[in-house]
């Protein structure tokens, strides 16, 4: 390698040493020297010489010319090995002055003849490399080599940043699933727009309808929905049509059609409209099965937040067997999902998404101080909207249940307070409603409250613990059950623990939910 850099090195000295002949170079024409191998100026006249010592010189220049050419690529590598080694050389002086100077820090000539020859020495020879390693890199190369380094450049850069790499596909992948879902479940999804009367200042009734007045009496509000079947069914929540004259359906391709609300449901939050003119190519959103979400699956939410139609945002199940109260009714809506994927104002009553774009709730609520997205959005299940919605469309409403108590856990400090069997758990009846199923049957509620460390607790009410062999660990288990498995009118067994230690089966026939 060293021969080749000294090779270089004459090389270019040829290149660039051209001075004229002289008496004294003719007394030296048996040794030949790389001066005499110079390029002359075309005016220079060439001293009187013999054949023989022409041919001498001639050979001479033959043998340089012929010499291959060294490549780019081997003067890049010679430079580096070489810039590298030298900047070797220069950290181990350092380290060496660094020594001598904690040795011997009076010896100030030390120092700085080290200074001297170290610094200046390494630099001389650092330029010297680069010059004459990178003297050509601009001279016209041969056929097939790079003639710059910025393709020397590019190479090196593919190669540390490759194009494809495991990370770009797993992102392509996501990316890919992202898309499938949108695209699969847009037809499907719909903005809707409500007009909505509003009542007078005193109280007796709406504004009335002044000619040439603007009608700005009207509130307007909307929200989303999705498509249920081929009828021309859509669904959404209760509290955006809620009081509503004019409500308006808004597909992705634009059209619009005028809707009437079929029926509604505020316990559950959600509702059912009916299209007023035929729509061909309604395509209804697949449904999936919300007893299958699980905590950290991914969840899709599409819908017109803040009025930004066909919007979708992402995030995952946050939690599941959410207990909300509906919109406008005192009772609670069992098993909702919640979701980090953001939720403002306009994607109420749009679907929420899994994987496979099937929809596995309803959008209704956040929870927010400040009225926008803070991460805690809910969603009605969608296996509650599978039991309401054809109610809805046959009859208008959707009746539940009722057993006609209030109630709260039975954890293990109410059970020590009551002197219950330890480990006792289950529904604590707190209230029961004046002429409900429950009073019929025999149930009691809470005669005391005490305050224990700041926690107020209702005491003396019986603890439900089994409902027709299920197990009851407190008040939403027995909340899903009535939901999910009892209609108005059923029989059901109930397993009660009394205030004084008793236990009893009780059954009771339930009765409807009032309005």
């Not at 024409?29 to 075309?42: D, F, G, H, N």
């Not at 001639?58 to 430079?79: G, Q």
């Not at 959005?377 to 009859?395: E, H, R």
């Amino acid at each position: 390698m060293m021969t080749e850099l000294w090779w270089c090195r004459l090389r270019w000295s040829t290149k660039s040493s051209a001075s004229p002949t002289s008496g004294r170079r003719s007394k030296r024409r048996s040794r030949p020297s790389w001066r005499s191998s110079s390029v002359r100026p075309a005016n220079t006249t060439r001293s009187t010489t013999s054949p023989g010592n022409f041919s001498r010189r001639k050979r001479a220049r033959n043998a340089s010319d012929n010499h291959p050419e060294i490549t780019l690529e081997t003067a890049i590598e010679i430079r580096g090995v070489i810039i590298e080694r030298i900047l070797r050389i220069l950290e181990i002086g350092k380290s060496r002055s660094w020594n001598w100077m904690r040795m011997d820090q009076s010896n100030t000539m030390r120092k700085n003849k080290l200074k001297t020859w170290l610094i200046p020495g390494v630099l001389g020879l650092l330029l010297f490399v680069i010059a004459a390693c990178g003297g050509d890199a601009t001279a016209t190369p041969e056929t097939g080599a790079v003639s710059t380094s910025a393709a020397e450049t590019a190479q090196a850069t593919q190669r540390v940043f490759p194009e494809d790499t495991a990370a770009d596909e797993l992102v392509a992948a996501q990316e890919s699933v992202m898309i499938r879902i949108y695209q699969k479940a847009l037809p499907s999804v719909v903005n809707i727009q409500v007009i909505q009367g509003r009542e007078g200042n005193d109280g007796t009734g709406r504004f009335p309808n002044i000619p040439g007045i603007p009608d700005d009496f009207l509130e307007r509000g909307e929200g989303s929905g999705f498509v249920w079947d081929t009828e021309g069914r859509i669904v959404t929540n209760q509290h955006v049509i809620d009081g509503a004259e004019t409500v308006t359906v808004i597909f992705p391709d634009r059209t619009q059609v005028l809707a009437r609300v079929l029926g509604g449901d505020p316990d559950s939050d959600l509702a059912v409209l009916e299209l007023l003119e035929d729509v061909e190519g309604l395509v209804p959103i697949e449904l999936g099965d919300s007893d299958d979400v699980l905590v950290g699956q991914l969840a899709v939410a599409i819908g017109a937040p803040f009025g930004q139609t066909f919007t979708m945002t992402s995030g995952i199940v946050s939690a599941i067997g959410r207990t909300i109260r509906g919109s406008s009714s005192q009772f609670t809506v069992p098993e909702v999902i919640q979701t980090d994927a953001p939720i403002n104002p306009g994607n109420s009553g749009g679907p929420l998404l899994d994987r496979h774009g099937r929809v596995v709730g309803i959008n209704t609520q956040i929870i927010s101080r400040s009225g926008v997205s803070a991460g805690i959005g809910l969603a009605v299940p969608i296996n509650i909207a599978k039991k309401v919605i054809p109610a809805l469309i046959k009859d208008g409403k959707y009746e539940y249940s009722w057993l006609g108590i209030s109630g709260g856990p039975a954890d293990s400090a109410t059970a020590e307070l009551m002197d219950l069997p330890k480990g006792t758990r289950g529904a604590l009846v707190i209230s029961v409603s004046q002429d409900s199923p429950a009073e019929d049957g025999g149930l009691t509620g809470s005669d005391r409250v005490e305050v224990v460390n700041g926690i107020q607790y209702a005491l003396g009410g019986d603890t439900i613990t089994g409902i027709n062999g299920s197990l009851i660990t407190d008040m939403t288990d027995l909340i899903v059950y009535l939901t999910n498995n009892t209609r108005p009118g059923d029989e059901v067994m109930l397993e009660v623990i009394h205030e004084n230690g008793t236990s009893e089966e009780l059954p009771i026939v339930l009765g409807t939910r009032p309005g």
